[in-house]
């Protein structure tokens, strides 16, 4: 079983990155997946999330700026981010389970994501 996450790196601010959550080895489309992120010296925020039906949420903070989309033929959750900005500087990860009730139990590594000029 496997969550891999890609598509991090450093951008400017106002620019644009997409995350990728590529999954393997368990049943893709039956589950709801979570991305999330760890600030430097922060705890983890949630940041969206979308279930099997391809119903979607997203944080107050990222709002209008960040969609999450899945498709389910490619076993792959997407994080399109624009209008980046500073504190959203992070270590993004993507997860199963629930942001009410707890993540897992498949969780990514993570990929850096570094908004800096």
């Known amino acids: 079983v496997q969550l891999v996450e890609s598509g991090g790196g450093l951008v400017q601010p106002g620019g644009s990155l997409r995350l990728s959550c590529a999954a393997s080895?368990?049943?893709?489309?039956?589950?709801?997946i979570n991305w999330v992120r760890r600030a430097p010296g922060k705890g983890l925020e949630w940041v969206a999330s979308?279930?099997?039906?391809?119903?979607?949420a997203h944080a107050d903070s990222v709002k209008g700026r960040f969609t999450i989309s899945r498709d389910n033929a490619k076993n792959t959750v997407y994080l399109q981010m624009n209008s980046l900005k500073s504190e959203d500087t992070a270590l993004y990860s993507c997860?199963?389970?629930?942001?009410?009730?707890?993540?897992?139990?498949?969780w990514g590594q993570g990929t850096q994501v570094t908004v800096s000029s």
């Open positions: 979308i279930n099997s039906g391809g119903s979607t």
């Open positions: 997860a199963t389970g629930d942001r009410w009730v707890g993540y897992g139990p498949y």
């Open positions: 080895g368990f049943t893709f489309g039956s589950y709801s």
